[in-house]
């Protein structure tokens, strides 16, 4: 019998380590085609990150629809992930406090819009899930009682805030001056916090403007000295500069707005035909005041955005002799920064240009076009058609995990967010 359970043990044992052994897709994103419009932002704060300080007052909010007329019956649950992503090995009991499935019941209909949907509200922490530890969390909305069945899925972060961190982005950077890169140095104050070995016992991980394609990850500090730790002159904080985003808003589905040529009502939707973009790479650079990359969902005749915006066949367009040796890609947090056949651009022989329609809800967007080359590379390249200033502003956070010896998961101690030019 003994014999048993030892066998039993090292059998789900087996069974744990290969799971983790396993990469898991972690990424935000929807997974089922009637839900829309999924936003994670601190509360109250539409240009912060998605970071919160762990046990403060503020909160993340989650918001999506789904295209319907009736309320579906949904849960949701958190699962804790590594510097990377990856799930840690945490048990539900050590990240939050209570059980960690809990029901979606802040929902509302839509009102007045042609295209009927479903809003749905998560905030984070409540009264049935509150996150016990930092790090990076990945949210999960599935149908009640089948967890498997993952409909959407959120990242956001919880911070300790234990070091201090400072920092700058410079266009003197390490492959060249004032051209098309930009170059991210900073350095961690441990004063009122000691790591014993900054050289194996954390992780910086800098991202640019939410994207996760082009994070840089990187293992080890390039010198300490007494209590601070400095990241300067690393390859991997060389970041291509990029362009400011484009933008458009749709806050009148009947009347065209900011980059809109013509709106047009046709099979029971308003469809909006932006004007045809133009590639950037061979012109002067133009400063712009944008949102890096986000959305904001508004109406100019509602009192909630949320329920009185409608869904408008929103059409791109982009002037762009077709490339044999790459695709083409919508980019922004109106595709969550993902690259799928959502945001691709097609290319269309009788207009020679490149098109995609996507359905998005009436607001004020930022987008850019990003080229994934064809061999397997899977980072977007602004250089095709956008270009690369160096004058561009940029938003770039950084944040600073610890693994601490015989710990099995990840903790962040720390964020900051820079931007260049500023």
């Given at each position: 019998?003994?014999?048993?359970?030892?066998?039993?043990?090292?059998?789900?044992?087996?069974?744990?380590?290969?799971?983790?052994?396993?990469?898991?897709?972690?990424?935000?994103?929807?997974?089922?085609?009637d839900f829309k419009t999924l936003k994670i932002q601190v509360a109250d704060d539409f240009l912060a990150p998605p970071i919160i300080h762990l046990n403060s007052n503020e909160q993340i909010t989650i918001t999506f629809d789904?295209?319907?007329?009736?309320?579906?019956?949904?849960?949701?649950?958190?699962i804790h992930c590594n510097a990377d992503w990856q799930p840690s090995q945490l048990l539900d009991s050590e990240i939050v406090d209570g059980f960690n499935i809990a029901n979606v019941n802040d929902y509302a209909f839509s009102?007045?819009?042609?295209?009927?949907?479903?809003?749905?509200?998560?905030?984070?922490?409540?009264?049935?899930?509150?996150?016990?530890?930092?790090?990076?969390?990945?949210?999960?909305?599935?149908?009640?009682?089948?967890?498997?069945?993952?409909?959407?899925?959120?990242?956001?972060?919880?911070?300790?805030?234990?070091?201090?961190?400072?920092?700058?982005?410079?266009?003197?950077?390490?492959?060249?001056?004032?051209?098309?890169?930009?170059?991210?140095?900073?350095?961690?104050?441990?004063?009122?916090?000691?790591?014993?070995?900054?050289?194996?016992?954390?992780?910086?991980?800098?991202?640019?403007?939410?994207?996760?394609?082009?994070?840089?990850?990187?293992?080890?500090?390039?010198?300490?000295?007494?209590?601070?730790?400095?990241?300067?002159?690393?390859?991997?904080?060389?970041?291509?500069?990029?362009?400011?985003?484009?933008?458009?808003?749709?806050?009148?589905?009947?009347?065209?707005?900011?980059?809109?040529?013509?709106?047009?009502?046709?099979?029971?939707?308003?469809?909006?035909?932006?004007?045809?973009?133009?590639?950037?790479?061979?012109?002067?650079?133009?400063?712009?005041?944008?949102?890096?990359?986000?959305?904001?969902?508004?109406?100019?005749?509602?009192?909630?955005?949320?329920?009185?915006?409608?869904?408008?066949?929103?059409?791109?367009?982009?002037?762009?002799?077709?490339?044999?040796?790459?695709?083409?890609?919508?980019?922004?947090?109106?595709?969550?920064?993902?690259?799928?056949?959502?945001?691709?651009?097609?290319?269309?022989?009788?207009?020679?240009?490149?098109?995609?329609?996507?359905?998005?809800?009436?607001?004020?967007?930022?987008?850019?076009?990003?080229?994934?080359?064809?061999?397997?590379n899977t980072i977007g390249d602004p250089t095709l058609v956008e270009g690369n200033y160096y004058e561009t502003i940029n938003e770039y956070v950084i944040k600073i995990y610890q693994r601490q010896p015989g710990s099995r998961?990840?903790?962040?101690?720390?964020?900051?967010?820079?931007?260049?030019?500023?």
């Amino acid at each position: 019998m003994r014999r048993f359970y030892s066998l039993l043990f090292l059998s789900l044992l087996c069974c744990t380590l290969n799971i983790y052994a396993q990469s898991v897709d972690t990424e935000t994103k929807i997974f089922y085609p009637d839900f829309k419009t999924l936003k994670i932002q601190v509360a109250d704060d539409f240009l912060a990150p998605p970071i919160i300080h762990l046990n403060s007052n503020e909160q993340i909010t989650i918001t999506f629809d789904e295209i319907s007329d009736d309320v579906r019956y949904m849960q949701y649950r958190l699962i804790h992930c590594n510097a990377d992503w990856q799930p840690s090995q945490l048990l539900d009991s050590e990240i939050v406090d209570g059980f960690n499935i809990a029901n979606v019941n802040d929902y509302a209909f839509s009102s007045n819009t042609f295209i009927h949907y479903v809003n749905y509200l998560i905030t984070i922490p409540n009264q049935d899930i509150k996150p016990l530890v930092s790090g990076n969390f990945l949210l999960q909305v599935f149908p009640e009682n089948d967890p498997d069945d993952i409909i959407l899925q959120a990242r956001f972060c919880i911070d300790e805030a234990k070091v201090k961190i400072s920092g700058e982005t410079t266009s003197r950077t390490d492959l060249g001056y004032n051209d098309i890169y930009q170059q991210v140095n900073f350095k961690i104050d441990q004063k009122n916090y000691t790591i014993r070995d900054p050289y194996n016992d954390i992780i910086a991980v800098v991202e640019q403007n939410g994207r996760n394609d082009n994070k840089a990850i990187i293992a080890h500090p390039q010198r300490v000295l007494g209590s601070e730790i400095y990241y300067e002159h690393i390859p991997q904080l060389i970041f291509k500069a990029g362009n400011e985003f484009r933008r458009f808003e749709t806050v009148r589905a009947n009347y065209p707005g900011m980059n809109v040529d013509s709106t047009r009502y046709i099979d029971d939707s308003y469809n909006a035909y932006l004007k045809i973009d133009e590639p950037r790479a061979n012109q002067s650079y133009y400063y712009d005041q944008t949102q890096y990359g986000r959305y904001m969902i508004d109406e100019y005749n509602s009192t909630d955005a949320n329920l009185g915006a409608d869904y408008i066949m929103t059409h791109f367009s982009l002037d762009l002799p077709y490339v044999m040796n790459a695709d083409i890609y919508i980019d922004g947090e109106l595709s969550n920064h993902n690259f799928s056949d959502e945001n691709k651009m097609v290319y269309n022989y009788n207009t020679n240009l490149y098109e995609k329609t996507m359905r998005l809800k009436q607001g004020s967007y930022n987008y850019q076009y990003l080229a994934i080359p064809r061999n397997g590379n899977t980072i977007g390249d602004p250089t095709l058609v956008e270009g690369n200033y160096y004058e561009t502003i940029n938003e770039y956070v950084i944040k600073i995990y610890q693994r601490q010896p015989g710990s099995r998961a990840d903790r962040l101690i720390g964020s900051y967010t820079i931007y260049s030019g500023k």
